[in-house]
């Protein structure tokens, strides 16, 4: 599923920037240095940047730490929004955000300021600008037919029923290839069906400016395994140990963030505090893996992309800066 291209018609539309790419690659300092470089430039006019949250981890109010939330002092005076606004118990789809940063872009558009779109969640970015497929609801029965199938059954199935999604899953992505197969067999329309019929994107309403933070492979999984460990002196552990006492679902999203299953297991007292940060930074390298290969592969050729968050801004973001 293919996203915009970029600029769309400059000079017509309102600028929207976007800086992504996976966590620990520096996308918080790259936005407030690009918001004050907004500000300085557009001094005369008054114009400001805010920047919006992109971050599926850092919507959660309860993972302020874990989540790498920036601090005030981070945020440099930047205003910044939808960080922490959803509580861990309610979960936060694509939609749900989606939703929320259409309300906000738009706020700061009217007022002729940018809004820097920053974050890692790549299903986010795509449902904001492409907008969601109309899927109804799935029968219960048939969701709980499919789901009580093995790997092995539900992708032969799907092969049968939807062999383009078929093609398009690895054969141990579980959740996917349920969620194909529960999807042709309620509606009777295929995964590919329903996504032509996308609607309620905000592509062709912006000017779009993106860029991508890839830094190098090595360094960035030594920011990660840095990081990790900083976070248990920042207030990590203490943040779990909250989400523990509330006996929150272990299904939502927030309880699956990075580093809580972790920190969790060595607050029951099950693995040593060495354990704890292996694990911490293996899952977080993992995760940053992931984010790597969604942003080398999902995204269009055009959109920029840089290793270093010092870059020169004006090499990107000309046409927001002239």
Not at 110 to 129: A, E, F, H, K, N
Not at 134 to 160: G, H, N, Y
Not at 256 to 279: K, M, N, P, Q
Not at 305 to 317: M, P, V
Request: overall charge negative; aromatic content about 6%; proline content about 6%.
């Amino acid at each position: 599923m293919s996203m915009p291209e970029t600029p769309n018609e400059t000079g017509e539309k309102p600028p929207l920037a976007l800086i992504a790419g996976p966590t620990a690659s520096g996308k918080s300092h790259l936005a407030v240095r690009l918001a004050k470089a907004v500000e300085a430039r557009g001094q005369s006019r008054g114009t400001k940047a805010v920047v919006v949250n992109c971050d599926s981890a850092q919507v959660y109010a309860d993972l302020s730490v874990l989540s790498a939330r920036p601090s005030e002092e981070e945020m440099a005076g930047i205003e910044h929004r939808l960080f922490g606004n959803w509580d861990g118990a309610t979960a936060c789809s694509a939609a749900d955000w989606a939703a929320a940063a259409k309300r906000e872009i738009a706020d700061v558009q009217s007022s002729g300021d940018l809004p820097i779109l920053v974050g890692g969640t790549g299903l986010y970015m795509r449902t904001l600008l492409n907008g969601i497929a109309p899927i109804p609801e799935i029968d219960p029965a048939i969701r709980a037919e499919v789901r009580a199938l093995d790997q092995a059954e539900a992708r032969a199935a799907l092969e049968v029923e939807d062999p383009e999604a078929a093609s398009r899953l690895a054969p141990a992505d579980t959740s996917r290839t349920c969620r194909a197969l529960e999807v042709v067999r309620s509606t009777g329309k295929t995964m590919s069906e329903w996504h032509s019929k996308m609607s309620g994107g905000i592509a062709n309403d912006v000017t779009l400016y993106p860029l991508i933070l890839r830094p190098d492979r090595s360094e960035l999984q030594e920011r990660c395994d840095t990081r990790f460990e900083a976070m248990l002196e920042q207030g990590a552990i203490e943040e779990v140990e909250v989400l523990v006492a509330r006996e929150l679902d272990p299904a939502l999203p927030v309880m699956r963030a990075i580093g809580v299953r972790e920190i969790a297991t060595w607050l029951a007292g099950d693995i040593t505090r060495e354990e704890l940060i292996a694990a911490g930074q293996l899952s977080t390298r993992q995760y940053a893996k992931r984010q790597y290969t969604w942003f080398r592969n999902q995204p269009p050729k055009s959109w920029p992309t840089t290793e270093s968050y010092n870059c020169d801004l004006d090499i990107y973001f000309e046409g927001i800066l002239q």
